[in-house]
Structures are given as structure tokens and as C-alpha cells.
């Protein structure tokens, strides 16, 4: 797991994750990043308001898990929700 400010780029696009350590539902997809060996950043909402005023700015709330999932195509998509997180990650990459 690296902490940079750009996202782990692959065919099926650019994945970022909005959260910090500490939070037991983002530790939850921390976990699942590891189990499945993927090098997603983390853009710690805790450590850097900037991060936190994205998902606000995306969400509406300010709520973390959220993943950025940035398309091949140019379109973004910010998901919410551990659960909905995991299940998306374990689709498209276990
Ligand atoms: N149902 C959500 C719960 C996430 C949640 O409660 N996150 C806490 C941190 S562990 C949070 O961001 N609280 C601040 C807030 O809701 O504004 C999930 O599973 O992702």
C-alpha cells in the first residue's frame, strides 16, 4: 500500500481510496486491497482536508470508505460504502 496523490492506474482504469487507517470500515477494504495484492493509494481524509473536501464535494457527506474509480473512458465514479467497496474489488480483480 503506498500513500501517494495519484491513483493505481491499470486497463480497467484509476482506483483511489478516500479514508484514513483508524476508521474500522476503511481498515475493512484495506484489508481486502491487501488479500488481493492490489496497490491502491490512500488519500487519508484525516491527515489532509483537501482529501476529506473531495468526498464531500462528490458525495455529499463525509462519510469514508470512498473509492474513486476513474474509467479507462474518462468517466468518475465515487463509491461509498465498505461492503459495496469490497464486493466491487473482489469483481473486478480476485
Ligand atoms: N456504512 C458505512 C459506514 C462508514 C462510516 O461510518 N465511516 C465513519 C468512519 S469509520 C465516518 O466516516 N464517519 C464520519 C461521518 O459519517 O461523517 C460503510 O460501511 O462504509
Redesign the pocket.
Known sequence: MTTQATGSTSAKGTLSLYGYPQ????ARVLRAIEELDLEIPLLNTMQDATHLEAVVEATG?????VLKIEGADGEVRWM????EIIQYLVNHYA
Open positions: 476508521c474500522p470500515f476503511c457527506r463525509g462519510t469514508v470508505p461509498p460504502e465498505s461492503a
